[in-house]
């Protein structure tokens, strides 16, 4: 039997109070199990808003959304499918790591010791030391341990190696591809480090101003779309079949990072392809263009 989409919202909408606008629009996104996703977007687009979501943490305002199939957080069974690091990595200062461990070990039916003593011990976390006096970056490792260890099927981080330095972060980022394939979990990491997004994801959201900008596989999105380059002011015109998300001028050249309808057909110009970080910032410079919403729309390909 197919495995029931790790993430599925429609119509998904999230405000804080009545007098804010929503946090969330109208969302409509479908993510399959077994992918690491990475949500980008600028501050306060609504990415924790949807991880919280997810977790279970916030209720929606309107519309539905079911994480492997099931309310989120519905039931005891199904907040143990689910790990969550949160964007400033909480953990309890007066325990020790060894506490937090067995903490873990109490509240969690599928608790793998095992594997969570191992990790400590590859990070190099003394099991004795005061989570209080963890460094950001350990910390971060602690909480990524705990969460691993449940064997949850949905891992859910959000920003988790924010605080760490270069060399930490890309053991931490190895580490999670690690535990995504010793688990054969999904997971879904936001970050506005987009490096770190290419290294990990192969699925891409992009949440601007509290509506989904642009989501789907990252292989497909680069595919279609390219960059192309013309001298000064001679883009236009563009066939129908070409959608322009952004332009630029830098001397004596523009550029376009466009998406293509059709990608059998010869495109005009000169063609690069796009890094995922110029088809992210394209589209985030799109959305920061566009007049403020006002109805509900679909999502799911470049818009
Ligand atoms: N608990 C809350 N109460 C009221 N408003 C909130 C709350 N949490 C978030 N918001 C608002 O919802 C919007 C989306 O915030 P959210 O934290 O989801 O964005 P984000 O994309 O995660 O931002 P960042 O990249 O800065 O972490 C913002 O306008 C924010 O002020």
């Known amino acids: 039997m197919e495995s029931p989409p790790a993430f599925h919202a429609e119509g998904l909408t999230k405000k804080y109070g ?60 199904h907040l143990a499918r689910v790990g969550f690091v949160a964007q400033n990595t909480p953990v309890y200062g007066s ?5 937090h461990l067995r903490f873990g070990a109490r509240m969690n039916p599928a608790w793998d010791q095992a594997l969570a003593e191992r990790r400590i011990g590859q990070v190099g976390l003394n099991p004795a030391q005061k989570a209080g006096q963890l460094s950001g970056g350990q910390r971060a490792q602690l909480a ?9 099927e949905l891992l859910i981080l959000d920003e988790p190696a924010a605080a760490l330095d270069p060399l930490a972060r890309r053991g931490f980022l ?36 509290s509506r989904v900008q642009l989501a789907g596989d990252t292989r497909d999105l680069l595919a279609t779309h390219a960059r192309l380059v013309a001298p000064r002011g001679e883009l236009d015109p563009l066939p129908t079949w070409v959608d322009v998300i952004s332009t630029d001028h830098h001397g004596e050249h523009s550029s376009a990072v466009v998406h293509i309808g059709d ?21 985030m410079t799109r959305a920061a263009a566009r007049p403020a919403p006002t109805g509900a729309e679909t999502w799911g390909t470049p818009r």
Do not use: W, Y
Not at 36 to 56: D, E, R, Y
Not at 95 to 99: I, K, L, M, N, P
Not at 182 to 203: K, N, P, T
């Open 95 to 99: 325990f020790t790591v060894a506490e």
């Open 263 to 283: 990608t059998s057909r010869a495109l005009p110009h000169q063609v690069r392809p796009v890094t995922l970080e110029e088809l992210v910032l394209a589209h």
């Open 174 to 209: 190895e580490n999670l591809m690690e535990f995504v394939r010793e688990l054969g979990a999904s997971a879904v990491l936001s970050s506005h480090l987009l490096g770190d997004i290419e290294q990990v994801c192969d699925h891409l959201v992009v949440l601007c101003d």
């Open 18 to 77: 009545r007098r804010r606008g929503p946090a969330l629009r109208d969302v409509d996104l479908t993510i399959p199990s077994g992918r690491v996703i990475g949500l980008v977007g600028p501050n306060g687009a609504g990415k924790s808003t949807l991880l919280h979501l997810a977790c279970g943490l916030i209720e929606p305002t309107s519309g539905s959304l079911t994480v492997l199939g099931s309310r989120p957080a519905a039931n005891a069974s």
């Open 144 to 152: 990524l341990t705990i969460a691993a260890a449940k064997r949850p």
